[in-house]
């Protein structure tokens, strides 16, 4: 299964599961992320009122041209061990379990082998200001991020690459994005 199949599939989904990043991005509390209209499938909308499964489902999924599959996970609250568990769970669930689940809704066949074959991307943004320890501008910063939400072994593994952004380091970004999105239009 290549990426364009995977569009395919995900062109058939109602428009009430694409929605702008501003809703994806809305914390359980209603704090608002990335106050955009940039638009993505919204997972856990979608998890919840069509697959209804036990499944921990990220924010957001969008198909890009360069970098395939984005899976998208905004961060705002408490980061315990707990929470680090689930985001985890989140992101290895959101991409093994719900997005097959998606595809196969729609009589499409999809094995592990073509989840593993897609090019995929995790992207977390985070509040720095939840965050103080992550305030720091030098060179390892990334890793620190990864390392912080104890992601690091999820890359290469689960994930081609995951891309930890600050808010406003994620926002200035988007209009790369925009310029690569394939889906949703």
């Known amino acids: 299964m290549k990426i364009h199949d995977c569009i395919q599939v995900f062109s058939q989904l109602k428009h009430i599961y694409i929605e702008?990043?501003?809703?994806?991005s809305k914390s359980d509390q209603g704090k608002i992320i990335c106050n955009d209209n940039f638009t993505c499938y919204s997972l856990e909308k979608f998890n919840k009122n069509c697959l209804k499964l036990q499944c921990c489902a990220a924010d957001a999924l969008w198909f890009d041209n360069h970098l395939g599959v984005i899976?998208?996970?905004?961060?705002?609250?408490?980061?315990d061990s707990d929470e680090?568990?689930?985001?985890?769970?989140?992101?290895f669930e959101s991409i093994f379990i719900i997005l097959p689940e998606?595809?196969?809704?729609?009589?499409v066949n999809?094995?592990?082998?073509?989840?593993?074959?897609?090019?995929?991307?995790?992207?977390?943004?985070?509040?720095?200001?939840?965050?103080?320890?992550?305030?720091?501008?030098?060179?390892a910063k990334h890793i620190d991020v990864l390392s912080h939400f104890n992601l690091?072994?999820?890359?290469?593994?689960?994930?081609?690459?995951?891309?930890?952004?600050?808010?406003?380091?994620?926002?200035?970004?988007?209009?790369?994005?925009?310029?690569?999105k394939l889906s949703p239009k």
Do not use: A, M, W
Request: glycine share 4%; net charge positive.
């Open 84 to 91: 680090k568990r689930r985001l985890r769970l989140q992101l």
């Open 20 to 24: 702008p990043l501003s809703e994806c």
């Open 152 to 180: 690091e072994h999820l890359k290469g593994k689960v994930y081609d690459t995951i891309l930890p952004f600050e808010k406003e380091e994620f926002i200035n970004r988007l209009e790369t994005f925009r310029n690569q």
């Open 71 to 79: 899976i998208t996970e905004f961060k705002s609250g408490k980061l």
């Open 110 to 139: 999809i094995s592990l082998k073509d989840i593993c074959d897609l090019k995929k991307v995790c992207i977390i943004v985070y509040d720095v200001d939840r965050y103080q320890d992550l305030k720091s501008q030098n060179i």
């Open 102 to 107: 998606i595809i196969n809704k729609f009589g």
